[in-house]
Structures are given as structure tokens and as C-alpha cells.
């Protein structure tokens, strides 16, 4: 089959044939059609997070399933899904307690590899999917089933970023009518926090972002007000517009210590801060220690939405059908395998909320 090979950090993915190994016990074989580029991709082939090459990424994916290895029982052959990074291992303390996306059991798939360059040297799987290429092989519990009428480049997105913005403020939050909101980022990620927090009745729903065309989009989306970074001093214009004293809520979706640091500052007494971007894995920020414990201010993080993909996707992809949830305004071009650094580019420009790539 053909990917898309990083086999050096920062440079151009190389577009090549590869081989793919067959499904092991509770694995599946997807032909892929659809795979959103996410930054979390961007982060990972540029070396930010540390690892190893070559490796092929991809995590936001959807395709149909084209081949079943032993004892699997929660798809069929033909079978149209969506492709998470979100494993369920079914026996660790995380999985016990059914928050089954905190899940860290490291699968065979993910530890032995089932994928090799030509010449049969081992390719790392990259966000435990590798989908920059045109068949995965995942783990079952990796995988939703959909309606075969969904098409595949709205369905991808709802492998990552719908269900980690939309799940950060539903899931993990639990935003509840009439909450003051901020959104920091206006990505593919910041969007679907603001439609989560739209769908959950926040006022006012405040997005902040440094580009004009992500801010329209958020108004699109949901979002009350905006207010550009660059412009304006963001802490003050967010106490204008929420009577003084912060909001209830902010989502920082960008992995921007210097935005955290910031978002701390527009969180009201009792409010809480929500980290839902990743930044490189050494970074660190400093808070008051004082200050948060006075004012008692709660701070957490929130993965993958806090998302049960076998019960918020059909959700999600219900609510897509009945015009309640946007996922085809979520991508601004598309892409065959062959131009993904061209698409990755136009991502890293600012100028993409989420491109995909389409495979026949």
C-alpha cells in the first residue's frame, strides 16, 4: 500500500509503497478514505513530543472495514467506521471505572508494529493509528461503526477534534445553560468548543483567536463575541464583557503556556480553567499559588473530551444528521495522499481549520 513516511523530524513526509501486516486477534483492517490532518499529527512529525522514525502518523480518521483478525466481534467486514486513537483495553483501573479514554495499556498493535518499509524495516504507528496511509490496522475497541450515508470527510473529524473540543466542554466540564464561556483558539479543536458550549446554552460565548478568518468562523459556530489577540489587551476586554469579574468557564484549546497562564486571568471566583491543548511534553507554566487557592479556582485537563466513543459518536453523528452539529463548515480544502505537505503547509499557515486527506 502507499503512506505517508516521516523519516526525519521537520522534513517533508515521503509519499512511498509499504507493507502492512494482517490483523492479529481483536484487530481490524480499514481501508482508509478520509484522514483529518490534526496539529497533534504536526507536533508529532515535527519531533516535538520526542520518538522515534520512521513513523507514519494520522489519528482522525474514517474508511470502511476490509478485513477481521481472530475473536472479532464488534464489526463486520464492509462495515463504514470511524478510526480513533482512543483504545479500551477492558481490564485496567481506567477502563474499570469507564473512563476508558484514559486508557495507557499499550496494544500489540501499538508495541510490535504492523508496519514495514519496503525492504521490511519496521515503521513506528504513529498515535497508535497511522492512518497517513491507504489501509490501518487497529485495535476493534478503536473503531465506531456509522451510517453508511455519513460521508467519510465529515466522519473523520469526529475520530479527534469534534469529540475534544465538543467533549471538553459537554463531557469533562459539564458547561451547564447560561455559563460565561471563553474559548482560547479558534482551530479545529477551539470550534468544537464552541459549539459544545452553544449546545449546552452559555452566555456570553466569548472566542479569542490572533486571525481574523478563525474568529468569523467562530461567530459562524456559535460565539456571541470575539475578540482578536493582536488587537486589543484580551484580559481586559473579557472583564468588559463579563461584568468584571471573568467568565465562568475558559477552554484553552491552543498547547500555549503563555495563553493558560493568560486564561487563568480571565477565569471568574469559583470558576474553572480548562487545559485542552497539548504543547510540547516539557513544557511548563507557573501559576499563583495564593491566588488560586483564594479565589478557588479549579483547574483540569481534559483528553480526548473525556470521550465513550461507542456512546458520544452516535451522538454526535445524530445530531450531525439533524443539522444540530457542523462538521462539513470544519474543512476548508481536501486533499489526495500525494499533496500532503502541501496540505500540512497550509495547516502550519493558519490559513485551514481542518484538511483532509481522500484516498479512492
Not at 472479532?72 to 477502563?95: E, F, K
Not at 473525556?306 to 443539522?323: A, C, E, I
Not at 462538521?327 to 499557515?349: F, G, H, K, V, W
Amino acid at each position: 500500500m502507499i503512506a505517508a513516511v516521516c523519516y526525519q523530524h521537520g522534513q517533508p513526509l515521503v509519499v512511498e509503497e509499504v507493507l502492512l501486516d494482517p490483523p492479529q486477534a481483536h484487530e481490524v483492517r480499514v481501508k482508509v478514505k478520509a484522514t483529518a490532518i490534526c496539529h497533534s499529527d504536526i507536533h508529532q512529525i515535527r519531533g516535538e513530543w520526542g520518538g522515534g522514525t520512521p513513523i507514519v502518523a494520522g489519528h482522525e480518521a474514517a474508511g470502511i472495514v476490509e478485513a477481521l483478525g481472530p475473536h472479532v466481534t464488534s464489526v463486520q467486514v464492509g462495515d463504514h467506521v470511524v478510526v480513533s486513537l482512543l483504545t479500551a483495553c477492558g481490564r485496567c483501573p481506567d477502563c474499570l471505572v469507564g473512563a476508558s479514554h484514559l486508557c495507557k495499556t499499550a496494544l500489540p498493535h501499538m508495541v510490535d508494529g504492523r508496519l514495514h518499509t519496503s525492504d521490511g524495516q519496521p515503521i513506528i504507528t504513529g498515535i497508535r493509528t497511522a492512518a497517513f496511509a491507504e489501509y490501518t490496522v487497529v485495535h476493534e475497541t478503536q473503531l465506531v461503526t456509522i451510517p453508511p450515508e455519513i460521508p467519510f470527510d465529515a466522519a473523520s473529524l469526529l475520530a479527534c477534534g469534534v469529540i475534544t473540543g465538543w467533549g471538553a466542554v459537554v463531557n469533562t466540564a459539564r458547561v451547564s445553560p447560561g455559563s460565561s464561556v471563553i474559548v482560547i483558539g479558534a482551530g479545529g479543536v477551539g470550534l468544537n468548543a464552541v459549539q459544545g458550549a452553544n449546545f449546552s446554552g452559555a452566555h456570553p460565548l466569548i472566542a479569542i483567536d490572533l486571525l481574523a478568518n478563525k474568529l468569523e468562523a467562530a461567530r459562524h459556530f456559535g460565539a456571541t463575541h470575539t475578540i482578536n489577540g493582536r488587537e486589543v489587551d484580551t484580559v481586559r476586554a473579557v472583564r468588559e464583557l463579563t461584568n468584571g469579574l471573568g467568565a465562568d468557564y475558559v477552554f484553552i484549546t491552543v498547547g500555549s503556556p503563555a495563553a493558560m497562564e493568560q486564561g487563568f486571568k480571565m477565569t471568574n471566583n469559583g470558576g474553572t480553567i480548562v487545559f485542552v491543548g497539548i504543547p510540547d511534553w516539557k513544557t511548563k507554566m507557573s501559576l499563583p499559588i495564593g491566588i488560586t487557592v483564594s479565589s478557588e479556582k479549579k483547574i483540569m485537563g481534559s483528553f480526548m473530551g473525556s470521550t465513550r466513543l461507542q456512546v458520544d459518536v452516535p451522538k454526535l453523528v445524530s445530531l450531525y444528521q439533524n443539522g444540530r452539529l457542523k462538521l462539513d463548515e470544519l474543512i476548508t480544502s481536501r486533499y489526495p495522499l500525494a499533496q500532503i505537505n502541501e496540505a500540512i503547509a497550509n495547516m502550519e499557515d493558519g490559513h485551514a481549520l481542518r484538511n483532509v486527506i481522500l484516498f479512492d
